[in-house]
């Protein structure tokens, strides 16, 4: 009598009945269940070496990201964009926050805007200046209005990011605030 058929292993395929032996899935391919009529794309950012059983994570450094699986299934690394953050294996580019930013293509993390500064989009490849009279605290998302008493006004923003209040001159009024002085 005839050997009843083998099942193909996982990490290999029979695309067609009737074959007298099992085909590894090629790089860039992967099978984890066993009898399989075909192998399955290996996700963008996953390694599939030669006959992989499953996806294994792309081995990109902090700063880089992985987002294609070439032919010989190993991922290109890529060097993260400005404007995000690459914390390395297979994680894909996470785009900086409000308030913080990333201004150069490779970084492993965001910056916070410095004091004096804001950055109201996420994604940013920097920060703003503060206007002369706003509060721009470290990691500043918008510029606040300055909190200076009547009597007195802002006109400078620091680099502790809290504006400096002023007393009015004479032959001027200053209501607070962010306010000028008025003649």
Do not use: H, I, V, W
């Amino acid at each position: 009598g005839a050997a009843p058929p083998a099942e193909c292993s996982p990490g290999a395929f029979a695309a067609t009945p009737g074959l007298s032996k099992c085909e590894r899935c090629s790089a860039g391919f992967y099978q984890k269940a066993s009898g399989a009529a075909e192998c399955l794309r290996c996700k963008p950012g996953s390694l599939c070496p030669l006959g992989a059983s499953l996806e294994l994570p792309a081995a990109c450094e902090p700063g880089t990201y992985a987002n294609a699986t070439d032919d010989d299934g190993d991922p290109d690394c890529f060097d993260c964009p400005a404007g995000s953050s690459c914390s390395g294996g297979a994680a894909p580019p996470a785009e900086c926050s409000p308030g913080a930013f990333a201004a150069t293509p490779g970084l492993s993390k965001c910056e916070r805007c410095s004091a004096g500064f804001y950055q109201k989009a996420s994604g940013a490849a920097e920060c703003l200046r503060c206007k002369p009279g706003s509060l721009c605290p470290l990691g500043a998302s918008l510029e606040l209005p300055a909190a200076c008493e009547p009597g007195t006004y802002a006109n400078a923003t620091d680099d502790d990011g809290d504006p400096d209040c002023f007393d009015c001159p004479a032959g001027s009024s200053c209501s607070g605030g962010a306010a000028p002085p008025a003649e």
